[in-house]
DNA sequence: ATCAAGTCTGGTATCGATACCAAAAACACA
DNA sequence: TGTGTTTTTGGTATCGATACCAGACTTGAT
């Protein structure tokens, strides 16, 4: 193997004394290859230090065993379990993955669909569920399985995998409600792009409106960049100086969460005595050893693995077209 | 543009009246063509919603413009910053990013890039310096750009993009020991596979052993299975015991210290007062807003944009070799 | 020994782009 | 207008695998 070039198929072939398609065989079908060629190719692969070429191979039989990903954010805790979930799956089926972020921009997920597609994938996952109409064109011209992944959109392009963040929020607003909270306000869910987020707020809104109680969610202006840690810590600074009478508050997620739950100790608010906190997501940092978060545990990982399934046998995964993993509420030290 | 079907380049090029060859320099050398034909063949492409088959191209040109990414874990905050740094830069260069996780597994770490080169990237990216001998051959017998990242091997196999770990909990050390502290323990960087925890550990012990203090490094075991938040808790209950005197910590994440700080608040334990606490990362958890740790912040992104140039122009990177990004030590309120 | 049915094997065409080279067109200048 | 140079263009071969089909080889039953 000498530096710089690739030995191929053919190399393989004729040390083995055989011809490139039993090469190919012995790769893909080795069952149909007798046993004594099946051994031969194998030993001029080894010997060669052979490393077939899976673009010409895509090429050639139209399929590229690659799956392509297009993520709001890796940065974030959010999706690297579902990541890993959907990369070892895959890569345990023989299968790679393409991945891009977008940072939440519509414009760069409408490049990296097209950067996508340029590779032919064999299926695409999205955690977005509102699309441009470039992408949604571009997306139903294809007919390989899309995977909208972390919503249940009411009409999925193809295949979801997901859970309800709307369902999920009621059921924390319930949850805080059933504890006596009468004042419960709603801290996140304010940037516009992110979907997850605006459908956990109206959740949280659906819930108390029908307990006949106002909802109070902040921060008010979309505009607003803080997000995570900070803009937790900013919450008493701000949101309760207007509100008072907040005995309780949801946040969008277990990050916020942590925010509200370090201000409070750095200014002597007693957690749930003064005020209730919830997150939402189920990371690490909730549990018992961390800070004991009620929150809302979302199985990341199993979406990605769903996810996988879906993408690998998509007949049976349109038979449902929407599976529901669920999430599970986790009662814990902070309600 | 029929579902199921590819638009090829043929197809444009009928449309628009040139040859093939033609559409294919309207999109890699547009500045090789008139305008008129440019202009043509750019309206055909929209017509027919043309997207490129870059599979076929790279066959052809063997410049598969993907570079493929072996990261040790992607269910971590350590490496997300890094990958977002990498990816959208090179994404801006028209590149695309193949990734894959090992979760610490060597053998996995074969197969891994066995997948990836099967794929012929145009570079390959690892966070990994210590490779299994099969690894080390197939990397070698390869000409394509290969970088180590987030650590500085002494023998970099082509290029490394990193800074010292060693040097970085060396510091640490003697930041702590400057504050007074007598008796500083280690945590973490028990887990054989990770060797940037190592190198922390190993940097601590330096430190220790030049100011004439003996080193305190905890687990012992390096089969102990916990990890990040859990194995701060754990550090009161065991490592404290054997070891009451001790009056500082040096965690080897921000994550760890987390644990710490949670278990120390819920003992009524002071810090700083009767312990001193440090992280290692930088990450929003440990910025005033949230717990206001000392720690050494690393420029994640900073090392993806660095990796992203070093695989796009190989040649300026490889006369240096090594490049360190450096880190620095923020001193918060924990120390 | 012979034949039918099934199993293996390999030659050749093909996938969709780009490289290379030669032809055509455009241009410059005497 | 003619000649030499540069730019633009397209035809054909090629990249490295797999699909398809036809031929060779087994196998088992008669």
Redesign the interface.
């Known amino acids: 193997?000498?530096?710089?070039k690739?030995v191929t198929m053919k190399d393989v072939a004729d040390l083995a004394k055989v011809g490139t398609i039993t090469v190919s065989r012995v790769l893909r079908t080795p069952e149909k290859v007798t046993e004594a060629k099946r051994e031969r190719v194998q030993k001029a692969i080894k010997e060669l230090?052979y490393?077939?070429?899976?673009?010409?191979g895509?090429?050639s039989s139209s399929k590229?065993r690659?799956f392509g990903a297009i993520v709001s954010?890796?940065?974030?805790?959010v999706f690297?379990?579902t990541?890993?979930g959907l990369?070892?799956t895959l890569?345990a089926a023989?299968y790679?993955?393409?991945?891009?972020?977008t940072?939440y921009d519509p414009e760069v997920e409408e490049?990296?669909l097209?950067?996508?597609?340029?590779?032919?994938p064999d299926g695409i996952v999205l955690t977005s569920t509102s699309h441009s109409a470039e992408v949604a064109?571009?997306l139903?011209?294809?007919?390989i399985p899309v995977v909208e992944i972390w919503q249940l959109p009411p009409e999925p392009l193809d295949i979801a995998v997901g859970f309800s963040n709307f369902q999920a929020a009621s059921d924390m607003a319930h949850h805080l409600i059933s504890k006596g909270r009468r004042n419960i306000a709603f801290l996140g869910g304010h940037e516009p792009r992110n979907e997850r987020g605006l459908r956990r707020r109206e959740g949280y809104a659906a819930a108390l409106n029908q307990a006949g109680m106002t909802p109070v969610v902040w921060p008010h202006d979309n505009q607003d960049l803080r997000s995570?840690?900070?803009l937790?810590?900013?919450f008493f600074e701000e949101c309760l100086k207007e509100n008072s009478q907040v005995d309780a508050v949801m946040c969008v997620s277990d990050?916020v969460a942590?925010?509200v739950l370090?201000?409070a100790?750095r200014r002597g608010v007693e957690v749930p005595g003064d005020i209730a906190v919830s997150g939402f997501g189920g990371f690490?940092?909730s549990?018992p050893?961390?800070?004991d978060l009620t929150t809302i545990a979302i199985p990341g990982f199993e979406i990605g693995v769903a996810t996988a399934n879906a993408l690998l046998d998509p007949e049976t995964a349109r038979a449902n077209k929407i599976i529901d993993v669920g999430y599970s509420l986790v009662e814990r030290g902070t309600t």
Chains 1, 2 share one sequence.
């Not at 193997?1 to 710089?4: A, E, F, I, S």
């Not at 954010?73 to 805790?77: F, H, K, Q």
């Not at 097209?114 to 032919?120: D, F, P, S, V, W």
């Not at 139903?140 to 007919?143: L, T």
Request: aromatic share 2%; with cysteine; net charge negative.
């Open positions: 193997m000498t530096k710089g690739w230090g490393v077939p070429d899976n673009t010409a895509a090429l590229s690659v954010t890796i940065n974030d805790s690297a379990q990541l890993d990369s070892s890569r023989g790679e993955l393409l991945l891009t972020s940072n490049d990296a097209q950067a996508l597609l340029a590779r032919r064109k571009l139903k011209s294809v007919s995570g840690i900070e937790g810590a900013a990050q942590v925010g370090c201000e100790k690490e940092v549990t050893s961390g800070f």
